[in-house]
């Protein structure tokens, strides 16, 4: 259904030299057949105007089927690995500063 526009607002630039284009071209036709010719007129730019609606509205949805999703795309889950494969020590999973026993320990070992 088409909008009816508010009688305030007005219309968009080139709209009335369409429509004086329009009613100087049924003034041509004569009488008797005017009002079917301006009907048939009406009826032929409604479906012109709704083919190019369609059209843009496919252009539009072929251009965002082709573009990837925006967010977080779902990404096979990565599997665990066990701490040997990844060469470390099995107790390592504790990251922040050592404490003092962990430290002489460590210090221990690379001196002797």
């Known amino acids: ?16 030299v369409l429509t004086q284009a329009f009613f100087s071209a049924a ?9 079917a010719v301006v009907k048939a007129a009406f009826a032929s730019i409604r479906d012109a105007l709704k083919e190019a609606r369609d059209k843009a509205k ?3 949805d ?10 977080r795309t779902a990404e096979p889950a990565r599997a665990t690995r066990s701490s040997a494969v990844k060469g470390r020590k099995a107790r390592t999973s504790r990251r922040g500063r050592p404490s003092a026993r962990a430290a002489a320990e460590t210090s221990g070992e690379a001196a002797g």
């Open 58 to 60: 496919a252009a539009k």
């Open 1 to 16: 259904m088409a909008k009816a526009a508010a009688p305030s607002a007005r219309a968009p630039r080139g709209t009335r």
């Open 27 to 35: 003034e041509e036709i004569p009488e008797g057949q005017r009002d």
């Open 62 to 71: 072929k251009a965002k089927a082709g573009r990837p999703a925006r967010g």
